[in-house]
């Protein structure tokens, strides 16, 4: 583990392209009958179906990136200077996120489903002193960092790395690493990590629903982890990730497949859910999609956006903030385009222009202030790098993409 992997480019364009999936996700969240912060008077089932064709793989392939870009760092730095850096890259701007970003969901989230009247800056009094009273089914828990979770996670996951490495030590994680890459290969490659998503679907999935606070949160952390964990391990087996490209129209067929399949017995999943039989099915369905789209997404990554270039460093500096910013946008231009009565697929382009230009936009000017930098997860301006900086070896460009 103390050799520096090949730099994997293609995986800084999937991450890219997953964030902006999470945009346009987050947008459908406006849309679709499934419960979100502020809901369209559109909202139906129509989207569904789009909505299925990221939601089961989108988060897992970001975690399985995220493990390879702490695999990466891990390599380079010592323990405590990599946990100071996740800590100032991930906690920071979840802290700042959590006070300033996130409130205006919460608040015209209460606006819309229990009426609150109050202006926002007795929502925010409230925010802080972390009010339990805007109740309807569930109580809406103050403060919270709604989108963010994912920031969380990673630094709870990196935590985890570093315990892994103290205990076992990096010489022996990187030949778990080349055995990992030696049995995922062929078909093993595909059923044997889709047979624990299955597992983990029909035995955690029952008991732990999915919430998102880190804390009771066990199905998630039986994928996610996972995931984080098996990038570790593969970041510098290049002949695992060439390994996709030979299998990319394969995975690519199961995975649109499986899709189809899914969007049919979810039509029916309320009648059926409870039959034993129906439960696996479905497991199997979402599990081989979940997998396949990740092994598809990576093939066809590793063949066609294995390079480097001015855009792919500008868009991995930019992912980050527009990230953290792009939630909230949302519901604010969602809460001001209703009263306009747009129709819904009009209403749609408008709020992912608006919630794009915007986005970037802020992170434009925010990357132009040294103390707003480190707020939004941007790191050192290499601009203003002495001479000769820029000509030492760089770190993996995947290390940057966390």
Request: proline share 5%; charged share 15%; glycine share 6%.
């Amino acid at each position: 583990m103390t050799s520096t992997p090949q730099r994997l480019f293609f995986l800084d364009w999937l991450r890219i392209a997953a964030f902006f999936l999470l945009v346009l996700y987050h947008i459908g969240m406006y849309y679709v009958s499934w419960d979100w912060h502020v809901k369209s008077p559109h909202a139906g089932d129509a989207i569904t179906p789009l909505m299925f064709l990221s939601s089961p793989w989108r988060m897992s392939l970001l975690f399985l990136i995220g493990g390879v870009a702490a695999g990466c760092m891990v390599r380079r730095l010592s323990l405590p200077h990599f946990l100071r850096q996740r800590s100032w890259r991930l906690l920071l701007p979840l802290v700042f996120g959590m006070l300033v970003i996130v409130p205006p969901q919460p608040y015209f989230e209460v606006i819309e489903k229990v009426g609150y009247a109050g202006s926002y800056i007795d929502f925010m009094r409230l925010y802080v002193s972390g009010y339990g009273g805007f109740c309807r089914e569930d109580c809406l828990i103050l403060p919270t960092w709604n989108h963010l979770w994912f920031l969380a996670y990673l630094w709870s996951y990196s935590v985890v790395l570093c315990g892994a490495v103290l205990v076992l030590g990096t010489a022996r994680i990187a030949r778990l690493g080349a055995r990992c890459a030696a049995l995922l290969t062929g078909w093993r490659a595909i059923l044997l990590p889709v047979t624990y998503l299955v597992l983990a679907r029909l035995l955690v999935r029952p008991y732990f629903d999915e919430t998102h606070a880190l804390v009771d949160d066990w199905y998630n952390h039986s994928v996610y982890l996972p995931m984080f964990l098996l990038g570790v391990l593969l970041a510098a087996q290049r002949g695992f990730w060439l390994e996709l490209v030979r299998l990319r129209f394969a995975t690519l067929g199961v995975a649109l497949a499986c899709w189809a399949v899914f969007v049919c017995l979810d039509s029916v999943a309320g009648a059926w859910y409870q039959v034993p039989a129906f439960r696996f099915v479905f497991a199997a369905v979402r599990g081989l999609l979940q997998w396949c789209a990740i092994l598809a997404a990576c093939g066809f990554g590793q063949r066609h956006l294995d390079f480097d270039s001015a855009k792919r460093r500008y868009l991995t500096q930019a992912v980050f903030p527009v990230y953290i910013l792009h939630q909230s946008l949302i519901v604010l231009l969602a809460m001001a385009t209703k009263p306009l009565h747009l129709r819904p697929v009009t209403e749609g382009m408008v709020l992912i222009v608006l919630t794009v230009t915007l986005s970037f936009g802020i992170f434009e000017a925010v990357r132009r202030v040294a103390l707003l930098r480190p707020l939004f997860g941007i790191g050192a301006d290499q601009r203003r790098a002495p001479p000769g900086v820029m000509q030492q070896r760089p770190a993996p460009a995947v290390a940057r993409a966390g």
